[in-house]
């Protein structure tokens, strides 16, 4: 799998965008871009994922750039509830190697 | 999305002795599994994988004869920790994969906080 770089901490204010980025600059043409976030204390939650195109969720907006080298993920109008550990993967193919390998996330504090 | 649930949230138990976890899928038919520990302040670390039916594969480090899994169904993972110690103590967390397409999400479970005194 792809590594993936993000910052250890962001912080944001209630009601604003809140934009998380994620470097993954070996990433290959069929890896797939997946973002999860943990709150205190629970289950990783699934946000969002990719490959090439920026994709739009309920949750999320997922923007790709064009050499696939990063991406950012967008709360648009971010509560108090999405402060958490947020993770950016980049995942091998499916099948038997599927694998979700969880690096040490941006923790978004969302302040009020 | 998806439905995982594990049970039991959190469990304490006496040194020694042995603890189960089970991870269901609850609207969907998981043909793989995963099992992850997380320490306090830590990512989570992946233990080992099981396909229904078949044996799980274990990740380097991590005991089979201690963590023991079972994927008796395609709705049910066990795992059983054996002689549990007090550093044995984590939070430990179920995924579920309902297929094998490459962009086939996985669905966590709520963890279960075990406490080993």
Same mark, same amino acid.
């Given at each position: 799998d792809a590594k993936t770089t993000q910052p250890p901490s962001m912080d944001c204010a209630e009601g604003r965008a809140a934009n998380l980025p994620c470097n993954h #600059?070996?990433?290959? $043409?069929?890896e797939y871009v997946y973002w999860y976030r943990q709150i205190h204390s629970q289950g990783p939650q699934y946000i969002i994922h990719g490959l090439k195109n920026n994709e739009t969720n309920e949750m999320a907006s997922l923007i790709i750039t064009e050499d696939r080298k990063s991406s950012t993920l967008i709360l648009p109008h971010a509560t108090l509830r999405d402060t958490a550990v947020y993770y950016c993967i980049v995942r091998v193919s499916g099948g038997s190697n599927y694998k979700l390998t969880f690096g040490k996330g941006t923790l978004l504090t969302v302040n009020p | 999305g998806a439905v995982v649930s594990q049970h039991p949230s959190w469990v304490i138990c006496k040194s020694g002795t042995s603890v189960k976890i089970e991870c269901r899928s609850l609207d969907f038919q998981a043909t793989t599994m995963f099992w992850y520990r997380q320490f306090p302040k830590q990512s989570l670390m992946l233990m080992a994988t099981s396909n229904e039916g078949s044996k799980a594969t274990y990740e380097q480090g991590v005991e089979k004869d201690k963590f023991l899994i079972n994927h008796?169904?395609?709705t049910l993972s066990t795992l059983t920790v054996t #002689? %549990?110690?007090?550093?044995?103590?984590s939070f430990y967390i179920c995924s579920a994969r309902g $297929?094998? %397409?490459?962009?086939?999400e996985a669905f966590f479970g709520q963890g279960t906080r075990l406490t080993v005194v």
């Open positions: #600059s070996t990433i290959s $043409g069929n | 008796a169904s395609l #002689s %549990a110690h007090p550093e044995d103590s $297929g094998e %397409a490459m962009n086939t």
